[in-house]
């Protein structure tokens, strides 16, 4: 059986090997203090950057790691039709790759461990004057849960590939765990950041150091739950910035008090719902229903529309079988990002592992 980012949470002394991340000379200037900010999604791609899974100590089961592969060759070949995709992988592996990927689809020669590029790739930063360079979250396996050697190293090895600088303000985290709308305004989880499996010190401190990881000015912190899934509970499975003052979330119709998910959910929504951005405008929630008569039904399965990605023309979604809700959700992203074509994918064995879309990409901006 192939082991859920749930079931990792037991795999911490797995973790180790090379260092979670590199460091260059210079790379403790942070990305605001310089004049750069990070980009909000919708704004044009230079390319999509991915990630191929292949460690055999996070996938045990050489059957399911051979379809999980195939899911992410056809996301990259369905982005690929819309801007150019990177699919990074050591060179030992292209051969077999390129069978199954798109001859558009480009191969890098860059070591991977695992597939959630959104969380270990490299994250880009612009200054408006043409500039970009790569602000490092420092991953470390969601705080040591899982093998992390060659993914702790992307970053770097990308924004050397590359020939840029990195911007690095100490933090410790990922990418997925925090939105953006690309004016200033941030929301996350604190139990993404706000953990010692990841930054020491205080709340305001590693807020700080976030703000200028990403560029920003106003934090949004929702508490979200430690240790309940890998990723100490990522906000991009639950609430996405649209555009600027517009946050797409999903839900259910109501509150399920003995689940901490749904409990928690709620918890965002009403903090969401009270909140201002960095330019003390409100924001308006739209809400997304959830789906219910799905192909996957078990607690580590994750069924979540707004993990989506939004490439160059296109939105690229997850569909869970339930016609009624994939119908539902396809409409409201269509009329969420009008001009964009709506792309739904059954991507079910990437939900089984613990993610989505978005977690599977990570987009370099056109400067």
Known sequence: MPMTRRALLQLAALAGGLPAFSRVAGAKTAARGAGFRYPEETEPHERTFMQWPNNRKVYDDPDFLFDLQGTIARIANAIVD????????????????????????????????????????????????????????????????????????????????????????????EAGGVETDGHGTLIAHESTFVNPNRNKGSKAEIEAMLLETMGA?????????KGADITDYHIDALARFVKPGVVLIQMGEEVAPNDPWSVSAFQTRDILAEATDADGQKLDLVVLPEPSDIRVDT?????????????????????????????????????????????????????????????????????
């Open 82 to 173: 819309f801007e150019p995709v990177v699919m990074m992988a050591s060179a030992e592996h292209h051969k077999a790759i390129r069978k199954r990927i798109s001859s558009k689809v480009e191969l890098w020669d860059i070591p991977t461990d695992d597939l959630w590029c959104r969380d270990s790739g490299p994250s880009f930063v612009v200054d408006g004057r043409g500039g970009i360079a790569v602000t490092q979250f420092n991953f470390n396996g969601w705080g040591n849960k899982q093998v992390h050697g060659n993914d702790g190293q992307i970053a770097a090895r990308v924004a050397e590939r590359l020939g840029l600088q990195i911007f690095d303000s100490g933090l410790v985290g």
């Open 217 to 225: 000015r106003k934090m949004i912190w929702a508490p979200g739950i």
């Open 299 to 367: 607690d580590d399965f994750v069924s979540s529309y707004v993990n989506y990605y939004v490439c160059n023309g296109a939105v690229i979604s997850a569909q869970f079988g339930d016609h009624q809700a994939d119908e539902k959700a396809k409409a409201m992203l269509a009329n969420l990002y009008p001009g964009r074509k709506i792309v739904m994918l059954d991507i079910d064995n990437v939900g089984q592992v613990g993610g989505g879309i978005h977690c599977a990409t990570h987009e370099q901006p056109k400067v």
